[in-house]
């Protein structure tokens, strides 16, 4: 079979920056030999090449004749970053202007009314929570948030302390009736929200296999029939020029598989290039979705696709931020193989000698541990993110003697 694809991405971005640094010397070279008296100053440090952020459209997946260049472009942006824009996705304006209008109107009730729906309440870490009391690394998130999940009904069998912790995330969302009444769109809303949702990232995870060299199903068959995600609602207060306080949400790698991100036109989004460590503003772009992979994507290929680290920085615009982040990981049953090298899948050949290039950066000791055991579970590894960020919730559900 004729390889799919091109160069790697690491090498694209190797000879962008050569270039860079040949542009820089050829300038510095010239304003010297233009003046005879000049005392030929040191060349500049090359400036790093700044990588940025691709707009995707879905379309180009769509189309047989285009689909190359879109995987290209894909795994070009998952190699140096880990996040792209993607649009023409098939979800109608009016879709996301209703559904931020709804999370907009949700926080804009009574803080009396929202309390009706605190996160504390729900063993599935579903629900409302106040600004302030949120945890990103151990630092407190200037955000109040609003927390989704599958519309299930709960394990009647589990058992805190018994069962494994991760079975208690299935369940229902809260629904307080005097919401209800006050936003009779709030809950069809979200609720069909988070299901275009679902098929929008099932999509996007068929290109990331492909764009991998995989079959198109593969992380649909990964995932199983009954993929867990969480839609999560944030409203981030402007804040006057004078506050101390700079971080909406502190800097953080999702830990799933797949974000998907609507946020209004305010900005404060920034990613980090993985290479020079430098912030990059995540503009709002109408109309479209930030596409972003989690760690457990990074793990499975051996870091070859970048989970980005991101952060949200508080505006002071006078206008308050919204946002609606979509993470979309496998059944909490479902075992995840250590990297999808064990499961000898790819078929891309250029690709294999990155991905072996990537995976032989695994410690020796990491690989032996890992070849006696099958996987790791999902369940308990997005169990541990829900703990680590809503320890109330835990304290009160789950912290049982055995
Ligand atoms: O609100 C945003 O734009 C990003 C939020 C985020 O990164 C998160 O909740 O994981
Ligand atoms: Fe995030």
């Given at each position: ?11 694209r971005r190797t000879r962008a920056r050569t270039s860079s640094f040949s542009s820089n010397a050829l300038l510095s ?374």
């Open positions: 079979m004729a390889p799919l694809y091109t160069a790697s991405a690491p090498s070279s010239l304003s010297t030999t233009s003046s005879a008296t000049a005392i030929a100053a040191p060349a500049p440090k090359p400036a790093p090449t700044m990588v940025s952020i691709k707009t995707l459209s879905l379309l180009d997946f769509k189309n047989a004749a285009t689909r190359p260049r879109f995987l290209q472009e894909m795994r070009d942006s998952l190699m140096e970053i880990g996040t792209f824009y993607i649009r023409d996705h098939g979800i109608a304006g009016e879709i996301t202007d209703d559904a931020m209008k709804t999370v907009q109107d949700y926080f804009a009730l009574p803080l009396e009314e929202k309390k009706k729906m605190l996160i504390g309440n729900s063993r599935h870490f579903r629900g409302y929570k106040l600004i302030g009391e949120e945890f990103t690394n151990s630092q407190v998130d200037h955000r109040e948030q609003l927390q989704f999940g599958p519309e299930q009904q709960p394990l009647e069998s589990f058992q805190p302390g018994q069962s494994l912790n991760y079975e208690g995330l299935q369940g229902p969302n809260q629904w307080p009736r005097s919401t209800l009444e006050l936003l009779p769109s709030f809950q069809p809303v979200i609720l069909d929200f988070m299901q275009r949702l679902e098929q929008l990232s099932q999509t996007l995870m068929e290109a990331v296999a492909l764009s991998l060299g995989l079959d198109q199903d593969f992380f649909r068959t990964m995932f199983g029939p009954d993929p867990y995600y969480r839609l999560k609602c944030a409203k981030y207060p402007s804040v006057p020029h004078e506050k101390e306080a700079k971080i909406g949400c502190g800097a953080h790698k999702d830990t799933g598989f797949l974000t998907l991100l609507l946020q209004d036109m305010v900005g404060g989004l920034q990613g980090q290039d993985p290479v020079t460590g430098q912030w990059m503003d995540t503009r709002p772009i109408p109309e479209s979705f930030i596409v972003t992979m989690g760690e457990s994507v990074e793990r499975l290929t051996g870091g070859l696709y970048h989970a980005t680290v991101h952060r949200v920085l508080n505006n002071t615009s006078g206008y308050d931020r919204y946002s609606i982040p979509f993470f979309f990981d496998p059944a909490l049953s479902q075992t995840i193989p250590h990297s999808i090298q064990d499961l000898n899948q790819s078929k891309v050949l250029d690709f294999e000698e990155a991905l072996e290039n990537a995976m032989t950066k695994m410690t020796t000791d990491e690989k032996k541990g890992e070849t006696e055991v099958e996987g790791w579970s999902n369940g308990a590894h997005i169990f541990e993110t829900v703990h680590r960020c809503h320890p109330e919730v835990y304290a009160r559900w789950y912290d049982k003697e055995l």
